[in-house]
């Protein structure tokens, strides 16, 4: 069973007070990109691996998915997300992604936010939601970058000119990774971007857009904190169609 | 026009002394994976973009091409792969990628490596190829990874226990970079891994795979100097199919 951080009240205590789990995904900066690769929702059912506090789900219900199932490893999220609607169209259930089972064909769209970094066999997950999804059906998740992840110590450095600066070591070994995020020792599994794209393509996935987060020249004036991600790929989107 | 810092003679003189121009294919680490996305050769027509001294050129006529064409902008480069051959079936003419023309469905594989980082407009060259490439024809190509050039000062440096490291900053700015590789202010140009996948895809190519190098054990053992490769994505391998 993966670990499950999130019902680690340290953990849940401090991730709960993140601006997107406070004031839902208009604070999550990827939200418009991500946003942006959806299909039209109009009468498609749709599932959320790792739901959260289910502000996607009720999302999608308001741009008009006839059902959302939402799925989280976490109790605790769960039991929130279910407080936060009385919309039977939504069901969200306790599920653990890395042994998931989903009924075939059932959904149109399979969408996921930066779940899947905690996962050991993403292969696994992925002919799941293929095999879930019917022919067309999109698959359209962030994770957090190949990148950002890979080094043993992932913090910012400078350059000589001193600017900002992010080190990528370890990037070819995959595997675990080991940091510390409002709990010592969450344990998220390294993957390069060569081997999430490949994954997909093996299971049977078109792709049919990659995204590396980047901050636009609104949303840094907005924002100035958001600027340093100019600098660094912190975020990986994609877009895959069965 | 294109910088032609392969006609530099400085260049050209510390250029022609890499191991992969001396020794040819078996001395690019790479070879083995670019290899791997190859289709059969047999019979087929095939447009080297990029060709240099000609190895694949004629690697490729080995392989059972029909014919090849190697298409460069340096005339000391076209000058020597001429000399080298004395096979009918490969061509070779000064061309610069930045303007290229090629004739509609003339070829079945479209290769190239490490080339395309030199291009300022990569998606015209990518429209240029689809159209001179047969339906389910094949573009397999190298680059320079996207995070091995995307810094200001992209060179080793150590993270806190003194492991190799890799900086990484103006990832998200795209456009040019002047590195000194054997003459001073070499003009590359940076892309986002995410830019040249959509530009393929919106061109209407498939992704079929992408790598990125990593080398193997047994390479370790052969060449340990190889190990640092482990700590960051140095070139990005990319299999599309029209």
Redesign the interface.
């Known amino acids: 069973m993966a670990q499950n951080i999130y019902d680690n009240p340290d953990f849940f205590a401090g991730y709960s007070q993140l601006p997107r789990q406070v004031e839902g995904l208009a604070a999550a900066p990827e939200w418009p990109a991500l946003r942006a690769m959806l299909p039209e929702l109009a009468g498609k059912r749709v599932v959320d691996l790792g739901c959260g506090f289910g502000w996607f789900a009720r999302w999608a219900r308001s741009a008009g998915a006839a059902a959302v199932l939402g799925l989280d490893l976490s109790q605790a999220m769960i039991a929130r997300a279910r407080a936060e609607t009385t919309d039977a169209a939504i069901r969200y259930a306790i599920a653990d992604l890395d042994t998931l089972e989903l009924a075939a064909g059932a959904f149109d769209l399979a969408y996921s936010s930066l779940a899947f970094h905690y996962l050991a066999d993403f292969g696994r997950l992925a002919r799941t939601v293929h095999q879930a999804l019917v022919p067309g059906g999109a698959f359209i998740f962030s994770i957090e970058h190949p990148?950002y992840m890979a080094?043993?110590?992932p913090h910012w450095?400078a350059?000589?000119?001193g600017?900002?600066?992010?080190?990528?070591?370890?990037?070819?070994?995959e595997g675990e990774r080991r940091t510390d995020w409002f709990a010592k020792g969450v344990v998220k599994y390294h993957r390069?971007?060569?081997t999430t794209?490949?994954t997909l393509?093996e299971t049977g996935f078109?792709?049919?857009?990659?995204?590396?987060f980047?901050p636009s020249a609104e949303q840094i004036a907005a924002q100035p904190s958001l600027e340093e991600?100019?600098?660094?790929?912190m975020m990986l989107l994609v877009s895959a169609q069965r």
């Open positions: 990148i080094a043993s110590h450095t350059d000589e000119d600017r900002k600066t992010w080190p990528v070591n370890r990037y070819a070994i390069t971007i060569a794209l490949n393509i078109a792709l049919r857009r990659v995204g590396e980047a991600e100019l600098e660094r790929p």
